[in-house]
């Protein structure tokens, strides 16, 4: 019997990738990447005003190139017996779609507005619809926000929505309703776009929609209206019913079917987002924390439903029957900046050669380029190896990790980034360690939420490029947390959980656990914490949180 094939589709914030999956022995078998090329000019984004857009052509683009690309590269053979693709996006991503269900950024005179775009997840556009959210569910007779922390983000997708009808008309005028990009690739692969009708992922509407079964749904009429009129029957273009990702969406149609060289059989699966698939491609095990590091940091964990039964854990980014493994609870929480605070501090120290250097006459113009290339690419490993020399408590510097606002413990994305403890002796070094620290410290602070509130964690499981490329931050992040930590040897997490949700959906596994088993590459590496570090770091921790206090509360 020939072995069979499933393709997992991951977009992240940069890119897209396709994996090929043996479904028998967890073989990767090729891979394909795809740079956004809109997004890599920063088009329709303007970080000062916390806007981040992204074009459909970008996503479009990516899913065809890649899996043409994943194809050529794999053995005779595999295209004829793949099986299943599924899809993991970023979230809370949605975009205003038409009544088929096209975005409307690739409708007729919305090409280039902004407000017609995939809304990314860290757009922070909304924070003021965010907290009329939070303001009126307090007030209400249900607490729509309950199940998602009790406190709504700007991250998040009514927030978004509701700040993009009332910037722009136009947009409010033609759009029908709007639809997550993990759910709009899977209806566009089956050919099923109707907003009405296509299957919409349990994981994005329970984390990001406040739709729970409690409120049979999405929240009420009555609510949606009292907080803008604008919204008046958007609930009915929207949906009732959503799926787990072991559920499929439909069958590849005979369109995507020709342009990619599959065939109509292939099965669609219902899309997640990135991080919960990371968890499934991770192992991810009851009360185990799941923890995917990259620009910013999203926590995964699982717990038996029988266990959990009532308890709700405020302040963190919901909790959702089966929003990443079928059957278990589902607990999201995370860093709205991790990977992005070293990419800032990198951003600034890169200023003189992007401005002075780059402007000088003293060496040719190859050269230069070269030399600002050379010191660019090497000034995170050249700060990681001179800051792993500092003491712990030597500089005195601590930092909050706040730079794009804090996703949990308590959602407040109106929060600043801050660094007390400077004196003239404060070196890139020495800032850069605070920064890392400060990471680590928001880190454990959502462990400490999580365990107040009655759920425990067994073990950490950390995945994504932070993860895999600087032992110097997860070595902190050990010592700061108290836990080892163990790195999934995948290097590509999210597309492999994508590609074993595949594997459920097309029926060559009955259950999500029993796909990991047989595709799970395992453990690469374990972090331990250093006993006398975890000492040394447990009073630095208490200044994290005073200063915390101070920013969030006095500044």
Known sequence: MSAKYTIGLDYGTDSVRSLIVNTETGEEIASAVFNYPRWEKGMYCDASQNQFRQHPKDYLEGLEYTIIEALKQSPKGVAENIVGISVDTTGSTPIAVDEKGVPLSITSGFEENPNAMFVLWKDHTGVQEADEINQLAKKWDVDFTKFEGGIYSSEWFWAKLLHVIREDIGVFRAAYSWVEHCDWIPALLTGNTNPKILKRSRCAAGHKAMWHEAFEGLPSEEFLVALDPMLAGLKERLFKETYTCDVAAGKLSPKWAGKLGLSTEVVIGVGAFDAHLGAVGAEIEPYYLSKVMGTSTCDMLIAPMEEVGDKLVNGICGQVDG???????????????????????????????????????????????????????NIIKKLSEEAAKIPIEESGIVALDWMNGRRTPDANQNLKGAIAGLNLGSDAPRIFRALVEATAFG?????????????????????????????????????????????????????????????????????????????????????????????????????????????????
């Open 323 to 377: 929003s990443i493994v079928p059957g278990m609870m589902g607990l999201e929480a995370g860093q709205s900046a991790f990977g992005d605070i070293y990419a800032w501090f990198k951003k600034v120290l890169d200023w003189p050669l992007e401005n002075i250097l780059a402007e000088s006459e003293l060496v040719d113009e190859q050269t230069k380029q070269k030399l600002i290339a050379e010191t660019s690419d």
């Open 443 to 555: 880190s454990k602070a959502i462990n400490d939420r999580f365990i107040s509130e009655g759920v425990r964690i067994d073990g950490v499981i950390a995945l994504g490029g932070v993860a895999k490329k600087s032992p110097f931050v997860m070595q902190i992040v050990a010592d700061v947390l108290n836990m080892p930590i163990k790195v999934a040897r995948s290097e590509q997490a999210c597309a492999l959980g994508s590609a074993m949700a595949a594997a459920v959906a097309a029926g060559v596994y009955s259950s999500t656990s029993e796909a990991q088993k047989k595709m799970g590459g395992g453990i690469e590496t374990e972090y331990l914490p250093i006993p006398e570090n975890v000492e040394k770091y447990k009073p630095l921790y208490e200044k994290y949180k005073k200063f915390g206090k101070f920013i969030e509360n006095d500044y």
